[in-house]
């Protein structure tokens, strides 16, 4: 069964905390992609890793292929980073592009 | 260039009645996936499309839901006689060819009262 599991469900940090949202899926895939959602509902792309790491900012994405496992970090964390954030994978067997299986999120709330 | 544009933002529907939601891709984009969040759920995908042609359906539900995407004007998610269980949130992302990254819409939320 392909799945998509992250950790932690909620997150509840202070303004400047070092942050970790951790992604772990079942098979195989050819992508995996970070996104996020604010309060009003919007979705944003923030990266897409097949291999490696990504930085954008104080974001920083990572992915381990042989373990099956991605995290994304958010450095000096701000209230304005407030938002859920969503791990969602498309695999290479029993899928075509766009077929993204999605993680429930993590809700990260952070606090002046 | 303008992002991925769907419209209505909010949308309320009676049971029984139909509801056309619209997505128009970025300039250039020629791929457009749907995807489903239903109250306190991940999200779901739905299924893809290309100009003219449904690549992947395994998401939609077998009745009531149709998706196209013409040769010219927005993609369309239709969902005849609405039941309230349908009363969700629904996304939609464009992509360019060859790309497997995706850019969403704001969503449209449909509310089946």
């Known amino acids: 069964k392909n799945e998509v599991e992250q950790s932690p469900q909620n997150l509840t940090a202070q303004e400047g905390e070092f942050i970790t949202i951790n992604c772990s899926y079942s098979v195989g895939i050819s992508a995996l992609h970070w996104l996020q959602q604010h309060p009003g509902g919007g979705i944003v792309s923030l990266f897409m890793?097949?291999?490696g790491k990504k930085k954008h900012g104080r974001l920083i994405a990572t992915i381990n292929i042989q373990e099956k496992h991605s995290s994304l970090h958010i450095t000096a964390s701000h209230p304005r980073d407030s938002a859920v954030y969503i791990c969602a994978v498309s695999y290479e067997l029993g899928g075509s592009q766009g077929n993204l299986i999605f993680g429930k999120g993590t809700k990260l709330s952070v606090k002046p | 260039n303008a992002g991925v544009m769907q419209n209505p933002r909010h949308l309320v529907r009676r049971r029984g009645q139909e509801a056309r939601l619209r997505c128009s891709p970025m300039k250039g984009h020629s791929h457009v996936y749907w995807y489903r969040q239903l109250p306190e759920e991940g999200l779901k995908f739905m299924v893809y499309?290309?100009?003219?042609?449904?690549?992947?359906e395994s998401g939609m539900p077998k009745e009531r839901f149709s998706a196209e995407f013409p040769k010219e004007g927005p993609s369309i998610l239709r969902i005849q006689q609405v039941v309230r269980g349908d009363s969700a949130a629904y996304f939609c992302a464009s992509s360019p060819l060859l790309s497997t990254e995706a850019f969403f819409g704001q969503g449209t939320r449909l509310t089946v009262v």
């Open positions: 499309l290309q100009k003219e042609n449904i690549i992947d």
């Open positions: 890793l097949s291999s």
